[in-house]
């Protein structure tokens, strides 16, 4: 008599260390979303007047969509140039032409996987 394999199984039956994987992936993204996330009013006011507001929330954004069209040239923000070497995310974007909504929600996505793996 062969095992049914725990993937094969219902979601109540599967093993419980699979669900407190996902629970706990889904409780340190929490945490991490409304401790250290940006407030999305710095968003809204950011595509009102770019100009005038500069905050480090929308700063890493900004650069990051500028890197779409300029991948791998020196950032203008001495400030954020370690994003210089952060190719990964632009180039997708850019070869996808994915538009910038969707560009930057790769990146909470990738850290979700990210801690879901670990």
């Known amino acids: 008599m062969t095992e049914t394999p725990w993937h094969a199984l219902p979601l109540g ?4 260390g699979a ?10 993204c929490g945490v991490v979303l ?3 996330c940006p407030h999305l009013i710095a968003w ?4 009102v007047q770019p100009d005038i507001f500069d905050q480090p929330e929308t700063g890493r954004g900004t650069v990051a969509l500028w890197q779409v069209d300029h991948l791998g040239e020196p950032i203008p ?3 954020l140039e370690i994003q ?16 910038p ?18």
């Open 19 to 28: 669900l407190l994987g996902v629970f706990t992936t889904i409780v340190i």
């Open 44 to 47: 809204r006011s950011w595509a």
């Open 101 to 118: 909504g969707l560009h930057l929600s790769l990146y909470p996505l990738g850290a979700f996987f990210a801690v879901w793996y670990a």
């Open 13 to 16: 039956a599967q093993p419980r």
């Open 77 to 79: 923000s001495r400030f």
């Open 34 to 36: 409304v401790l250290f």
């Open 84 to 99: 210089r070497w952060r190719l990964l995310g632009p180039a997708v974007a850019r070869a996808f032409r994915l538009p």
